[in-house]
C-alpha cells in the first residue's frame, strides 16, 4: 500500500501537485519563466527552517535550474536575461542557479511528459512560451483543483482524528473501509479532475467520504485504478441524488 501523501514533501503547483524529484517548467509570472528545473526539496509553510528561509507565506520550493542540459542558444539567453538583471555581465557557470527557492504558484509540473517532449520542451524558448500559454485558460482549473486536494486534506485528517474514540476491537472491524479511505485519499490527490468533476466534488464538504464509498461498492478486482475511475464514473452518474445525500458546502 502506498504511504499517504500528507506523510510526504508535496505542495500545490499551478496545475496539479509538485514533489521532490519532479520536473518543473518556470512559469512567466517571475524572473526564472520559461527554465525547466528539478526539484531538490519543499519546505513546508510552518515547518523548522522555513522562515530562516524565505519568511514568505507560501511552501518554497527548492529547484536546480541547472539540472537540465540545456542547448548553447537558450544558455546565451539566460546570460543575457540574468547580466540585465544583474547590471554587469554573467556567464552560465556564474549564476547561482543549483538551488533556487521557488513558490509553488510559478511552477507548472512536467514530470508526466516524459524525457523526450521536456527535453523538447526545453530546446526552445517558443516550444515553453506556447507550452506556457496552454495553462492561462487552465490556471482556475489548477485552483480548484487544489482547493479540492486541500479539502481532501482536511477530510483526511478529521477521519484519522474521529478514529482515536474507538477500541482495538472496532478497529480491527472497520480496517477494509480505513483500508479504503487511505487508498481513494492517496488516488484523488494525484488525480488530475475533469471540469465538471471539480465543480461537483467541490459542492460537498467531505469529497472524500463520497469518493470511498463509491469504490467500496464498485469494488470488484484487483486492479484499483480502474476501479477507482469506475467508481468515479457512477459518482457522475448519481451525481443528482449525491445532491441530496451527503452535506454540501454552505453558499452565501
Known sequence: MRISTMQEKTSNALYGTVKPGDWVLSAANNDFRHMIGY???IVKLGTPGHAEETGNDSDNVHVDFTAFDYPPERIAEFEERFSELYAM?????????GDIIMAPD???VITSLGDDEIKRLGSLTANCESYCRYFPSSIMSGVRLNELVDRLDANYEEYASSLMKFGKAEIIEMAG????VMDVYNFMVNREFEE??????????????IV???WVDHFQS???AD?????MAGIMDDCEDLLTAYPLVPTD
Request: hydrophobic residues 50%; charged residues 25%.
Open 89 to 97: 555581465p554573467k556567464t552560465w557557470d556564474e549564476l547561482p542557479l
Open 106 to 108: 510559478m511552477l507548472i
Open 212 to 214: 470511498a464509498h463509491a
Open 196 to 209: 465538471r468533476e471539480l465543480d461537483f466534488l467541490l459542492q460537498f464538504i467531505n469529497p472524500l467520504e
Open 227 to 231: 476501479e477507482m475511475e469506475t467508481a
Open 177 to 180: 473501509m480505513i483500508s479504503a
Open 39 to 41: 526539484v531538490l526539496d
Open 222 to 224: 484487483e486492479d484499483m
